[in-house]
Nanobody
Framework: QVQLVESGGGLVQPGGSLRLSCAASGSIFTINAMGWYRQAPGKQRELVVVITTAGVTNYADAVKGRFAVSRDNAKNTVYLQMNTLKSEDTAVYYC?????????????????WGQGTQVTVSS
């Protein structure tokens, strides 16, 4: 089992920034990728970004150029820096962990989910 603990959500004004963190613990050797999903009210959960252990990334078009994912393998932690936030970024953000092809040329399979953290972008 892998446990994921998220932090960093909150309320921010449009144009502002937030950084989310996700710390993984447990059977880390069973996963090779981590990602962030989000779910807005009344909408399906959608992938925001995935990053492999080697640092290969894949972003959703809606966040390219505004969000940046990074990871600290020594701490088993993934970060999501969110800049130039918009009202449409308002959602619950979920950290995930699972398996993906090393070069992300195939499906990312989620095996574990975090509890979610609320991000609200509003003036």
């Amino acid at each position: 089992q892998v446990q994921l603990v998220e932090s960093g959500g909150g309320l921010v004004q449009p144009g502002g920034s937030l950084r989310l963190s996700c710390a993984a613990s447990g059977s880390i050797f069973t996963i090779n990728a981590m990602g962030w999903y989000r779910q807005a009210p009344g909408k399906q959960r959608e992938l925001v970004v995935v990053i492999t252990t080697a640092g290969v990334t894949n972003y959703a078009d809606a966040v390219k150029g505004r969000f940046a994912v990074s990871r600290d393998n020594a701490k088993n932690t993934v970060y999501l820096q969110m800049n130039t936030l918009k009202s449409e970024d308002t959602a619950v953000y979920y950290c995930s962990a699972g398996r993906a092809p090393p070069h992300l040329n195939g499906k990312y399979v989620v095996d574990y989910w975090g509890q979610g953290t609320q991000v609200t972008v509003s003036s």
